[in-house]
């Protein structure tokens, strides 16, 4: 049996909060603050906007795959070590990216500050299942959820206000003074959390792990339910700018405040949800943000399909999509996290290396589909509320189970 090191069940203090909400905002930063730097990129690097979109699929790439190494690592040599390994490489590929001179060179150097940034959720949510389970997981989750909501907010505003004073390469440069400032607030207020250290697996080994995770219903179902909304977010993520700056005639800055007021829907979904998961229970908070994923998810695409060209007919149903995802994500990570204390990392790993797996391929056939309109990238947030409502039906009974903390 493995040795759990002896931790405080208290609440997490404010701090701790904070900076697990900053790592697990760490993919998004990478995201949102260049999104609305991507027409400007394709322009000094002398490419098409959708080759210029082929940056954000190598990120999406890199985070896929850097997922998948960082939880079994930091099972085996600490939560801490390993963390302070990706934001090193995060801070290194991101000086690189701004000496980019090409688009195919930075689309390979954003894969690899995407597996330097996939450190941060990962090992944030280990963190969390190595301290809390059950609800108390999950509130600590929507919590740190709601600082992970500042970050899409204000991100796209620092990267319009960088594009306009510096240029393009100052996104990167911001982003790697973020990563030394998480590697000092990390030593600060970070203690160890990981059981006791295990020899590392070999590959062979990792992924039959990896499959027998996937064979477990108890942490299949849930997950699959978080799958479906994130496509929805993906969706959006990736080809909003597209869509709102060159086909509805947005400025970068414009685009920004739009990108602003749809991540408000997620604070306020963490906010609620923070609230109501102790009330409730988890499963309960799963059904509610599924179905509001899919109303909002056919509501955006119904508008788009009859060919509404105004910005608020994709922010608003946008905005309660995400929403709906903070009652899900937080949720959906507590629940597959929870039967398998032992192989948090793993775990945690496979959740969001497939995710971003998956994300960089709708990411790359957005970018190829792209007509002018809102139709595809609509299409897809209402086909991922809808599988993620279907996928309700999925979860195991105990999943509706209330607990204390472990």
Same mark, same amino acid.
């Given at each position: ?10 609440? +997490?203090?404010?701090?701790? =909060? ?17 999104? &609305? ?13 959708? %080759? ?6 190598? *990120? ?20 801490? &070590? ?5 934001? $090193? /490489? @995060? %801070? ?21 500050? #995407? ?21 108390? +997981? ?5 919590? @740190?959820?709601?600082?992970? #909501? ?6 796209? *505003? ?22 030394? %400032?998480?590697?000092?607030?990390? #030593?600060?207020?970070?203690?160890? =959390? ?14 039959? #792990?990896?499959?027998?995770? /996937? ?22 993520? =990736? ?96 629940? $597959? ?36 309109? +809102?139709?595809?990238? %609509? ?28």
């Amino acid at each position: 049996m493995l040795d759990w090191p002896a931790l405080p069940q208290a609440p +997490a203090s404010l701090q701790l =909060t904070l900076l697990l909400g900053f790592l697990i905002a760490l993919v998004a930063l990478g995201i949102d603050s260049t999104v &609305p730097a991507l027409p400007a990129v394709a322009i000094a690097l002398g490419s098409a906007p959708g %080759a210029a979109q082929l940056t954000l699929t190598g *990120l999406f790439a890199g985070v896929a795959c850097g997922q998948l190494a960082w939880g079994p690592l930091s099972d085996r040599y600490g939560r801490r &070590p390993t963390l302070y390994g990706g934001l $090193a /490489l @995060m %801070a290194l590929a991101s000086l690189a990216s701004a000496l980019a001179a090409d688009v195919a060179t930075l689309a390979w150097l954003r894969f690899a500050q #995407g597996i330097g940034l996939s450190c941060g959720p990962v090992i944030g949510r280990s963190i969390v299942r190595d301290l809390y389970s059950h609800e108390q +997981a999950a509130r600590l989750l929507s919590r @740190m959820t709601i600082v992970f #909501g500042f970050v899409p907010v204000f991100a796209p *505003l620092a990267g319009s206000a960088l594009l306009d004073a510096a240029g393009w390469q100052a996104v990167f440069w911001l982003h790697a003074a973020i990563a030394l %400032a998480l590697v000092t607030a990390s #030593g600060r207020v970070l203690a160890e =959390t990981a059981p006791r250290r295990r020899a590392i697996e070999s590959p062979l080994a990792m992924a039959l #792990g990896y499959a027998r995770l /996937l064979g477990q219903r108890a942490f299949l179902a849930p997950f699959l339910v978080m799958l479906g909304v994130q496509l929805g977010i993906i969706a959006f993520v =990736t080809n909003s700018a597209v869509t709102l700056i060159r086909g509805f005639g947005l400025t970068p800055y414009q685009y920004s405040f739009v990108f602003a007021l749809v991540m408000l829907g997620q604070i306020g979904g963490a906010f609620a949800g923070s609230r109501l998961v102790t009330r409730h229970g988890v499963r309960a908070m799963l059904r509610l943000g599924a179905a509001f994923a899919a109303c909002a998810g056919i509501a955006v695409a119904a508008l788009a399909w009859i060919d509404v060209r105004h910005w608020a007919a994709v922010a608003l149903p946008m905005c309660a999509y995400l929403f709906a995802a903070s009652l899900v994500i937080p949720n959906a990570t507590a629940a $597959a996290l929870q039967p398998f204390p032992e192989r948090a990392g793993s775990a945690s790993s496979l959740m969001g290396a497939l995710a971003f797996g998956v994300g960089a391929l709708l990411g790359a056939v957005l970018g190829w589909s792209f007509d002018g309109s +809102a139709r595809p990238m %609509a299409s897809a947030a209402a086909l991922g509320g809808a599988a993620a409502w279907l996928a309700i039906g999925l979860l195991p009974p105990q999943t509706a189970q209330a607990h204390g903390p472990r």
